[in-house]
């Protein structure tokens, strides 16, 4: 018989064998501390512009793009020039939609942008003024060079400086249509008159286009037919309209010219008005003035033009004229001279808009 002692001793022995032969218990992950890593400069972060969708161009074409300017309230029919400065290729774009923006597709090559108010001679450009803010102190108006590159674009070519001196934008070349060659003629062609009676004749139309409005036309006989050379177009007549007194009237001894005049629709009544003198090929703005009510009259060589210089109220009653100025330009037989000016002011009338 074991005794209890003995046998507790061998149970307890026969356990602690069978302890060692046990396989060793998976040993428990112990979480380490975070430890707060040691500040460093961040690194600058260089961001790369990805690639846009390519421009939708004609193959082998260069964008070239940027605003146009005029100085006045409204951006008047244009033409867009881009003249490449070594082959004199000359591309010209119509811009009538009265907004700033435009965009034209060009061949690649070296270019100066201008741009010339239809039917007339006055001339802007993308100059040197341009990018030095068209400030009194930017008196450098030579026309910048544009590098245009197939597929490529260049931005920002702002077609703005129309205060530069004669021959620093290049002379029109085109968008006159034709240019038919006057020949002198003892028999007048029918509907027929010598603008400058030198035995040329011209015809001067007025074409009414409907919904594009109406358009002053002047035709060339060549001899044989007449040949449509120069147009001034009203665009959309809910917009602006050619008024009834446009046409040719008499000026000097013999010769007569042309008289434009425009009239916008908005509540200020707009006028525009344009004299424009055959050159014997095509037609030269000789007189342009343009203001708030605007009203024209002829009296012999004399154009009279009143325009409202101030806006107010009379009595509290509707905004119009607060004052008016008139001036009167003489036609001296090469350019007009002005010989007229007189400022009225509307009497109980409150200016409210200078």
């Given at each position: 018989?074991?005794?209890?002692?003995?046998?507790?001793?061998?149970?307890?022995?026969?356990?602690?064998?069978?302890?060692?032969?046990?396989?060793?218990?998976?040993?428990?992950?112990?979480?380490?501390?975070?430890?707060?890593?040691?500040?460093?400069?961040?690194?600058?972060?260089?961001?790369?512009?990805?690639?846009?969708?390519?421009?939708?161009?004609?193959?082998?074409?260069?964008?070239?793009?940027?605003?146009?300017?005029?100085?006045?309230?409204?951006?008047?029919?244009?033409?867009?020039?881009?003249?490449?400065?070594?082959?004199?290729?000359?591309?010209?774009?119509?811009?009538?939609?009265?907004?700033?923006?435009?965009?034209?597709?060009?061949?690649?090559?070296?270019?100066?942008?201008?741009?010339?108010?239809?039917?007339?001679?006055?001339?802007?450009?993308?100059?040197?003024a341009v990018p030095c803010g068209l400030t009194v102190a930017c008196t450098d108006h030579t026309l910048l060079e544009i590098q245009v590159a197939a597929g490529g674009q260049v931005n920002d070519i702002d077609i703005c400086d129309w205060v530069a001196e004669p021959g620093t934008v290049p002379t029109e070349v085109g968008g006159m249509g034709l240019q038919a060659q006057p020949t002198a003629t003892a028999v007048p062609p029918q509907g027929g008159i010598s603008l400058n009676c030198d035995g040329t004749y011209q015809r001067v139309r007025i074409v009414d286009q409907g919904a594009a409005g109406k358009t002053v036309a002047v035709d060339?006989?060549?001899?044989?037919?007449?040949?449509?050379?120069?147009?001034?177009?009203?665009?959309?007549?809910?917009?602006?309209?050619?008024?009834?007194?446009?046409?040719?009237?008499?000026?000097?001894?013999?010769?007569?010219?042309?008289?434009?005049?425009?009239?916008?629709?908005?509540?200020?009544?707009?006028?525009?008005?344009?004299?424009?003198?055959?050159?014997?090929?095509?037609?030269?703005?000789?007189?342009?003035?343009?203001?708030?009510?605007?009203?024209?009259?002829?009296?012999?060589?004399?154009?009279?033009?009143?325009?409202?210089?101030?806006?107010?109220?009379?009595?509290?009653?509707?905004?119009?004229?607060?004052?008016?100025?008139?001036?009167?330009?003489?036609?001296?037989?090469?350019?007009?001279?002005?010989?007229?000016?007189?400022?009225?002011?509307?009497?109980?009338?409150?200016?409210?808009?200078?």
């Amino acid at each position: 018989m074991i005794k209890p002692r003995l046998f507790s001793l061998v149970l307890i022995t026969t356990w602690l064998l069978a302890a060692c032969n046990l396989p060793a218990a998976e040993p428990t992950a112990t979480p380490t501390p975070a430890v707060s890593p040691t500040p460093e400069a961040s690194p600058t972060t260089v961001t790369i512009a990805q690639p846009t969708e390519p421009l939708d161009l004609t193959a082998g074409k260069g964008l070239v793009s940027g605003i146009v300017c005029y100085p006045s309230e409204f951006i008047p029919p244009m033409t867009l020039y881009f003249l490449e400065v070594n082959s004199q290729a000359l591309s010209s774009f119509d811009h009538d939609d009265g907004v700033q923006p435009y965009s034209v597709e060009l061949d690649p090559g070296t270019y100066v942008a201008y741009a010339y108010r239809k039917g007339t001679t006055l001339a802007g450009s993308y100059s040197a003024a341009v990018p030095c803010g068209l400030t009194v102190a930017c008196t450098d108006h030579t026309l910048l060079e544009i590098q245009v590159a197939a597929g490529g674009q260049v931005n920002d070519i702002d077609i703005c400086d129309w205060v530069a001196e004669p021959g620093t934008v290049p002379t029109e070349v085109g968008g006159m249509g034709l240019q038919a060659q006057p020949t002198a003629t003892a028999v007048p062609p029918q509907g027929g008159i010598s603008l400058n009676c030198d035995g040329t004749y011209q015809r001067v139309r007025i074409v009414d286009q409907g919904a594009a409005g109406k358009t002053v036309a002047v035709d060339n006989w060549n001899g044989g037919a007449w040949v449509n050379v120069w147009n001034l177009a009203s665009g959309d007549p809910m917009l602006k309209q050619l008024t009834d007194d446009a046409g040719h009237y008499p000026f000097g001894a013999c010769g007569r010219m042309v008289i434009v005049p425009f009239r916008h629709s908005n509540p200020q009544l707009w006028m525009e008005l344009g004299v424009y003198r055959w050159n014997g090929a095509t037609m030269t703005e000789v007189y342009f003035n343009e203001g708030y009510y605007g009203e024209w009259s002829k009296t012999a060589d004399v154009v009279t033009f009143k325009e409202a210089t101030t806006l107010g109220n009379v009595f509290d009653g509707p905004l119009g004229p607060c004052s008016w100025l008139t001036l009167e330009h003489e036609w001296g037989g090469a350019a007009f001279q002005q010989v007229g000016s007189v400022v009225q002011p509307v009497p109980n009338c409150t200016q409210t808009v200078p």
